[in-house]
């Protein structure tokens, strides 16, 4: 009965190939996260969609695309994948009426060897 | 840029004392603030949040107080217990329904039996 879950948890690669992280919320949310915790652990929004409209897109290089195949899923693709990209990533969902009371995922590890 | 700050990495409490958390912002757009706690391999889960036009809110053992003119805003959990040994988030938006948080890098709180 996870609320919002990610797999895989531990995703460890060579630098340059492509991967996807794969997010699926069970709680009804129309809002879905991808967020980076980086080494010095500071947590960023990535994306942002409402109803598998992308409604937020910070910085992040082209290389990161996300994808929303319905409202209860937000799939993270990582194309040539490099080290600074080792991090973890985490997936949240929100409803509607109270966006900022965000669930979030256990969080995907990944590193690029 | 670090608009939200956590200056305290990490804080050790007596169990049944006062822990107390502190976060200091420099957007002063920001207009809802929230603190989210998060346990080893998971993440983080709400905890108690806070509008602007407040100055005080209190859950059970959680109270969190904003000092709009200092831009700062901090947790008390009292009595502090075993259980409350996490990561402690500090988060903020430019509007409560606002989908895009800022957050501080946590501080972890270890609670001394």
């Known amino acids: 009965d996870t609320a919002v879950s990610q797999t895989p948890k531990y995703l460890v690669t060579q630098m340059g190939n492509d991967k996807s992280i794969k997010c699926e919320q069970n709680l009804g949310h129309d809002t879905m996260y991808w967020y980076k915790q980086d080494s010095k652990k500071f947590l960023k929004i990535m994306f942002s969609?409402?109803?598998?409209?992308?409604?937020i897109n910070e910085t992040v290089p082209n290389r990161f695309s996300p994808k929303s195949p319905d409202k209860a899923h937000l799939n993270l693709h990582i194309n040539s994948l490099e080290l600074g990209d080792s991090a973890v990533y985490f997936c949240?969902?929100?409803?509607?009426?109270?966006?900022?009371?965000?669930?979030f995922g256990p969080g995907t590890r990944l590193l690029v060897l | 840029d670090q608009q939200v700050k956590q200056n305290s990495p990490s804080l050790s409490v007596q169990e049944g004392r006062i822990s107390i958390l502190n976060c200091d912002y420099t957007?002063?757009?920001?207009?809802?603030f929230l603190w989210y706690k998060k346990y080893p391999a998971e993440g983080p889960t709400f905890l108690i949040s806070i509008s602007s036009i407040k100055d005080k809110n209190e859950d059970g053992r959680f109270t969190v107080f904003l000092n709009k003119s200092a831009k700062h805003l901090s947790l008390h959990i009292v009595p502090s217990q075993p259980g409350d040994s996490a990561v402690y988030f500090c988060?903020?938006?430019?509007?409560?329904?606002?989908?895009?948080?800022?957050f501080g890098t946590g501080t972890r709180l270890t609670i001394i039996p």
């Open positions: 957007n002063s757009m920001f207009d809802y």
């Open positions: 969609y409402n109803n598998k409209e992308l409604i």
């Open positions: 988060a903020a938006s430019e509007r409560r329904g606002n989908e895009k948080l800022t």
């Open positions: 949240a969902s929100s409803p509607r009426t109270t966006q900022e009371t965000q669930y």
